[in-house]
């Protein structure tokens, strides 16, 4: 998981990515708080994707959302990675991840049903667990995401 802080004041949003053993990659998002200082941070699906709230103090009393489009995945230096097949029964397999990189699986609502660990060459053969209900779930390395649908 990424350290996400709300910098009162700036209404902007820090976002540091967690490499698996420490924060780095400090990147600010601007929000709009409508006039009052962003106060609080909620991750949450507006559109189909993960995207980012934030309340806002002052008078107006408002929410700024920031829809994920994948912004927050492509921090520069980042590794990407292919996962397949897209649409998965029990297994996929992760190509492309940087070696003995830390793998995790999340759900729509941030839960992570799998944890992994790619292979000295960047390689993961994912076994989903045995009664994962069918959806549409985020596999994340560092920070990479790749969608993976499950049938």
């Known amino acids: 998981m990424d350290l996400l ?10 976002v540091q990515f967690n490499d698996g053993g420490a924060f780095r990659g400090a990147q600010q998002f ?3 708080a409508g ?15 993960l995207d980012l709230l934030t309340g806002n103090n002052g008078n ?3 929410v ?9 995945a492509a921090a520069p230096g980042r590794a990407t990675f292919s996962v397949f097949p897209d649409s998965a029964h029990g297994t996929a397999t992760l190509t492309g991840a940087p070696p003995h990189a830390p793998l995790i699986l999340l759900d729509a609502l941030g839960r992570m049903p799998l944890s992994a660990t790619a292979d000295a060459g960047g390689t993961a053969r994912l076994r989903l667990p045995e009664g994962l ?3 549409v779930y985020l ?3 560092g920070g990479a995401v790749r969608r993976l649908v499950v049938q």
Do not use: H
């Not at 802080?5 to 820090?14: H, R, Y």
């Not at 006039?35 to 994707?49: A, E, H, R």
């Not at 700024?64 to 912004?71: G, K, V, Y």
């Open 139 to 141: 596999v994340r390395s």
């Open 5 to 14: 802080t709300a910098d009162n004041g700036a209404n902007t949003v820090s």
């Open 64 to 72: 700024s959302i920031r829809l994920n489009q994948l912004a927050l």
């Open 133 to 135: 209900p069918a959806g």
């Open 60 to 62: 107006t009393g408002t």
């Open 30 to 32: 601007g929000v709009s």
């Open 35 to 49: 006039g009052g200082l962003t106060y609080c941070i909620v991750m949450g699906d507006v559109d189909g994707g």
